[in-house]
T-cell receptor, first 109, second 112 residues
């Protein structure tokens, strides 16, 4: 079974709204990463948060990490149509990079 | 900089045929990975190589073999393809201990 599970599986919002997606994982981690995938293409790294960090920002992205609950959230503010994609969390432990099941985000113009 | 290059991009196999998916990276990364992605699903780790000369099983290794030919190249072999192996295969690389992974564009494999 996969290490990370995203919630919700799918999310549809209007352009300009904020999008929040959550990730839960099972084992201890060194860090947690978020990736984006456009329609069947390769994944692109968005942001990394280390296990000793609680919050991190990058542009319109905000990531939080709660290691006691084994969960993370990704917030995309002021969404744009171009943000339409699938978003995956990935956990890194013991040299393995394990991905969650993903959230499909649709941003309507 | 090419990054991570996968070949071929598309392939159709008959059940029972064999083939090797090639992956090469030019970023001097130590770790390399093979994933499969089924429609509407996340990525599942098939095999990984933490460094040149080492390989380890991931979540779904059955039916696959790998070779870390050198630091640049990591190949995935299907010895006897089955329809259940129809998927998109992604190769990725990263430095050890977790900075971002860089992905190839994928190989779309159909087994009929």
């Amino acid at each position: 079974s996969q290490q990370g599970e995203e919630d919700p599986q799918a999310l549809s919002i209007q352009e300009g709204e904020n999008a929040t997606m959550n990730c839960s994982y099972k084992t201890s981690i060194n860090n947690l990463q978020w990736y984006r995938q456009n329609s069947g293409r390769g994944l692109v790294h968005l942001i990394l948060i280390r296990s000793n960090e609680r919050e991190k920002h990058s542009g319109r992205l905000r990531v939080t990490l709660d290691t006691s609950k084994k969960s993370s959230s990704l917030l995309i503010t002021a969404s744009r149509a171009a943000d339409t994609a699938s978003y995956f969390c990935a956990t890194d432990s013991s040299y393995k990079l394990i991905f969650g099941s993903g959230t499909r985000l649709l941003v309507r113009p | 900089n090419a990054g991570v290059t996968q070949t071929p991009k598309f392939q159709v196999l008959k059940t029972g045929q064999s083939m090797t998916l090639q992956c090469a990276q030019d970023m001097n990364h130590n770790s390399m990975y093979w994933y499969r992605q089924d429609p509407g699903m996340g990525l599942r780790l098939i095999y990984y190589s933490a460094s040149e000369g080492t390989t380890d099983k991931g979540e779904v290794p059955n039916g696959y073999n790998v070779s870390r030919l050198n630091k640049r190249e990591f190949s995935l072999r299907l010895e006897s393809a089955a329809p259940s192996q129809t998927s998109v295969y992604f190769c990725a690389s990263s430095q050890v201990q977790g900075p971002e992974a860089f992905f190839g564009q994928g190989t779309r494999l159909t087994v009929v």
